[in-house]
């Protein structure tokens, strides 16, 4: 099969310490953290920048930051997030990409999100996309409803996005399509023709999921951006230890895991 792609998102833009007292805050402490990923098994680190009092962040040097700090320990592929915090201006979100990672995500619509909502005006959404172009930067999709496939088909069409596209579904926020076997495989059923994808379930959907990925050739995304518990009850001790067993079960299924570069050459990075 496929080698398995795994991303493990460090540390979102909601988690606290107080929920995740492993949580990596800093530049160092999320470099540290990529490198035990990559050690065991990710070649992709979804990351979003934060203040040293853990209030998220868009700066662009805090991110330079971080890009340095994860690229003097390993190899891996890191994908900066335009999405950043609810709230956020299109402008700040947008900052990272300017630096030329490898890849940024893009949302391909607005949703409810929790007890927020989070906005993506289409006007915005096609500014991030042509910058994201500009910049030479490989575009993660997010989708979390069935609506922001069907937007991004569109684009496609039109020529807005670059094909072939790599998705990222993710599914189980309160207020998207939720974290079922079911709502995986419509939209799956849906992507266009030579598209890549990943799947990230959001807290006790992220097992599940990721299982139903690797065994239908997909790729997967843990972390505690998205899952902060091993087990119910029992918190994760590290971003790597969710990455290792999403490589054990990968293993017992036959299906080899990517390293870095096998990643890029997957999803068309040069």
């Known amino acids: 099969m496929t080698p398995l792609i795994i991303t493990a998102a460090l540390t979102g833009a909601?988690?606290?310490?107080?929920?995740?007292?492993?949580?990596?805050?800093?530049?160092?402490?999320?470099?540290?953290?990529?490198?035990?990923?990559?050690?065991?098994?990710?070649?992709?680190?979804?990351?979003?920048?934060?203040?040293?009092?853990?209030?998220?962040?868009?700066?662009?040097?805090?991110?330079?930051?971080?890009?340095?700090?994860?690229?003097?320990?390993?190899?891996?592929?890191?994908?900066?997030?335009?999405?950043?915090?609810?709230g956020m201006t299109p402008q700040e979100r947008l900052a990272p990409?300017?630096?030329?990672?490898?890849?940024?995500?893009?949302?391909?619509?607005?949703?409810?999100?929790?007890?927020?909502?989070?906005?993506?005006?289409?006007?915005?959404?096609?500014?991030?996309?042509?910058?994201?172009?500009?910049?030479?930067?490989?575009?993660?999709?997010?989708i979390f409803d069935s609506g922001m496939l069907h937007t991004a088909k569109r684009w496609l069409a039109k020529g807005l996005l670059d094909a072939p596209a790599h998705f990222d579904l993710v599914l189980g926020v309160p207020g998207a399509m939720p974290g079922t076997p079911q709502a995986l495989m419509y939209l799956l059923g849906e992507l266009p023709e030579g598209a890549t994808w990943t799947v990230a379930g959001i807290g006790a959907a992220q097992l599940p999921l990721a299982v139903q990925a690797i065994v239908l050739g997909g790729h997967v995304r843990v972390g505690f951006e998205d899952n902060v518990y091993y087990r119910k009850g029992e918190l994760a001790s590290s971003n790597a230890q969710l990455v290792a067993r999403i490589a054990r079960l990968a293993a017992e299924l036959d299906r080899p895991v990517a390293t870095p570069t096998q990643a890029r050459q997957l999803l068309g990075i040069q």
């Not at 107080?18 to 065991?40: D, N, R, S, Y």
């Not at 607005?110 to 575009?139: C, L, T, W, Y």
């Open 97 to 142: 990409v300017t630096l030329k990672p490898e890849m940024a995500t893009l949302s391909m619509g607005s949703v409810n999100f929790g007890g927020d909502v989070f906005m993506n005006h289409p006007a915005d959404m096609e500014v991030f996309a042509r910058e994201i172009r500009a910049q030479g930067v490989k575009a993660e999709l997010e």
């Open 14 to 86: 909601e988690v606290t310490r107080a929920q995740q007292p492993a949580l990596p805050i800093t530049p160092e402490e999320i470099g540290v953290a990529a490198a035990e990923c990559a050690a065991a098994g990710a070649s992709i680190v979804h990351v979003h920048g934060r203040l040293a009092d853990g209030t998220p962040t868009q700066d662009k040097e805090v991110y330079r930051s971080i890009i340095a700090e994860v690229k003097k320990r390993c190899d891996v592929i890191v994908q900066v997030s335009t999405g950043g915090a609810v």
